[in-house]
Each structure stands twice: as C-alpha cells, then as structure tokens.
C-alpha cells in the first residue's frame, strides 16, 4: 500500500557530505514517525536518526553534530543531510516511515530499499 523510495547514496571521500532522501508514496493519511538506520557489513542495524510528525528529533550519539534529519509532510519525504562524513559511516542506510492509513486504524510500518553509502579515500 506505501512505497518509500530512497536517493541520494553514493560513494564520497572522509570529511565530505551527502543528503540522503526517501520519498513515500501510496495511501497515506499522514506519518506520524520518519526514521534512517544504517546496517554495516557484519553488524546488527542501528538507528541513526528519528523525526516526528511534530519535528521532535533524536540521534545516535555517533552522528550528533554531524548529521541533520528533517521531513516535509507535504510530499511525505524524509532527507538525512550527512556532514563531516568519516569510514565508520560507511553502511547501507534505510529509511522506515510508520504510516497511518485511517485515523481509527493501526499505524504501518514501511521500509525503503537501502542506499549505500560508502567513506573511503
């Protein structure tokens, strides 16, 4: 019933930047939690960064200060603007959305694809 479709991975030098954004599309009444989370080879997946429907936002302590997470409820997109980007960043990063179809229905939840982000000189 919702797709979510990320953009934005890529391959990019330590110290550089890449935005990351996922867009959702489908029955969507609105989406009350927008989150990124990354999986490194050989690791469990992690959250790296959650926003409200309210704009309320948290993040993993490794990305604070260099990483941004904001959302646009108008086009149900999500971006994660990546700062001071270092190897141990390197992972693929996936977005989740929780979805609420209906208001007296259960919420849903949704994964993007996974984008690959690679830190590396």
């Known amino acids: 019933q919702v797709q979510l479709v990320e953009s934005g991975g890529g391959l990019v030098q330590p110290g550089g930047s890449l935005r990351l954004s996922c867009a959702a599309s489908g029955s969507i009444l609105y989406i009350y939690d927008m989150r990124w989370y990354r999986q490194a080879p050989g690791k469990q997946r992690e959250l790296v960064a959650a926003?409200?429907?309210?704009?309320?936002?948290n993040y993993a302590d490794s990305v604070k200060g260099r990483f941004t997470i904001s959302r646009d409820n108008a086009k149900n997109t999500v971006n994660l603007q990546m700062n001071s980007l270092k190897p141990e960043d390197t992972a693929v990063y996936y977005c989740?959305?929780?979805?609420?179809?209906?208001?007296?229905?259960?919420?849903?939840?949704?994964w993007g694809q996974g984008t690959q982000v690679t830190v590396s000189s």
């Open positions: 926003i409200t429907y309210l704009n309320n936002t």
């Open positions: 989740k959305m929780g979805v609420r179809h209906t208001f007296n229905g259960p919420p849903y939840d949704y």
